[in-house]
T-cell receptor
Framework: DVKVTQSSRYLVKRTGEKVFLECVQD?????MFWYRQDPGLGLRLIYF???????EKGDIPEGYSVSREKKERFSLILESASTNQTSMYLC?????????????FGSGTRLTVV | LAKTTQPISMDSYEGQEVNITCSHN???????ITWYQQFPSQGPRFIIQ???TKVTNEVASLFIPADRKSSTLSLPRVSLSDTAVYYC???????????FGTGTRLQVFP
């Protein structure tokens, strides 16, 4: 029973390309998050959203933007991909009291920028 | 931001009990402490959550002292399939953000 779906498991893009990472959840969660995960750096929050059309910067938003046009979908956009954005990207969602229920994560997208 | 630290790695053998501690020196007063398990090339998976004292479910126990500045995930009788990275997640007392721990890589040997 897949609940948070990320559109791609693996992506290879060229430097300078605009990249879209899509995330869809079917749990009617209000909160959605994008993290990147790198060896030795753990999980770092890029952006998050607590409602449709709402977005907040996380700890490392530079070089990224997001879109939340529908409750179930949260997109991460790399405006001009660079090699230092090669990483594993993880989407998560939670309910409004998600700090009680915890996050549900997608399987991740491993992005390689060449 | 609160520092949320864990041991980098731990080794164990099948059938042993493993205890992984997370130190969170500035945890938010009203937030729960949550632990996740992550296998390679997968997203983190919820294991257990607690607020204080002890919580037990079918896979683990979570021990939280009264000051809540740390928590210990206890895995009873580990098996090879428990080899994974384990993260704690807590709310920061100053920023109200949720902070992941640094992660502990558990290796279980036969």
């Amino acid at each position: 029973d897949v609940k948070v779906t990320q559109s791609s498991r693996y992506l290879v893009k060229r430097t300078g390309e605009k990249v879209f990472l899509e995330c869809v959840q079917d749990m009617d969660h209000e909160n959605m998050f994008w993290y990147r995960q790198d060896p030795g750096l753990g999980l770092r929050l890029i952006y998050f959203s607590y409602d449709v059309k709402m977005k907040e910067k996380g700890d490392i938003p530079e070089g990224y933007s997001v879109s939340r046009e529908k409750k179930e979908r949260f997109s991460l956009i790399l405006e001009s991909a660079s090699t230092n954005q090669t990483s594993m990207y993880l989407c998560a969602s939670s309910s409004p009291v998600g700090r009680v229920d915890g996050y549900t994560f997608g399987s991740g997208t491993r992005l390689t920028v060449v | 931001l609160a520092k949320t630290t864990q041991p980098i790695s731990m080794d164990s053998y099948e059938g042993q009990e493993v205890n992984i501690t997370c130190s969170h020196n500035n945890i938010a007063t009203n937030d729960y402490i949550t632990w996740y398990q992550q296998f390679p090339s997968q997203g983190p998976r919820f294991i257990i959550q607690g607020y204080k004292t002890k919580v037990t479910n079918e896979v683990a126990s979570l021990f939280i002292p009264a000051d809540r500045k740390s928590s210990t995930l206890s895995l009873p009788r580990v098996s090879l399939s428990d080899t994974a990275v384990y993260y704690c997640l807590v709310g920061d007392g100053n920023t109200d953000k949720l902070i992941f721990g640094t992660g502990t890589r558990l290796q279980v040997f036969p």
